[in-house]
């Protein structure tokens, strides 16, 4: 049917690539990994103090989105975004 030709003719068509990812300075580092384009990509998410994930971008400036579960269609870098945490005062 339509849909198994769809999948046949995407697997046909794997390349090996590297996916680099950029944290900011204190985050956790990820190394860069080697995959096959279209396979999804599990990865643990990086920390900085502080601060929360709010996940991976194809620019520095953070527009682009991007969902790694849905693998990658040739090599690429990848930007950590993280939000700072607010502070928290506590008087008594």
């Known amino acids: 049917d339509i849909v198994r030709k769809v999948v046949l003719n995407i697997s046909d068509k794997k390349e090996k690539a590297v ?3 950029v944290v900011p300075e204190g985050a956790t580092p990820v190394e860069p990994i080697n995959v096959w384009t279209y396979d999804a990509i599990e ?3 990086p920390s ?3 601060s929360i994930f ?3 971008f194809l620019d520095a400036d ?3 989105p991007i969902d790694l579960a849905n693998g990658v269609t ?3 870098t ?3 975004k993280f939000e700072e945490l607010p502070l928290k005062f506590i008087f008594s």
Do not use: D, M, Q
Request: charged content about 20%; hydrophobic content about 45%.
């Open 78 to 80: 990848v930007y950590a």
């Open 19 to 21: 996916v680099n990812f």
């Open 48 to 50: 900085l103090s502080k």
């Open 43 to 45: 990865i643990e998410a």
């Open 54 to 56: 709010r996940g991976w």
């Open 62 to 64: 953070f527009n682009t």
């Open 74 to 76: 040739e090599s690429c």
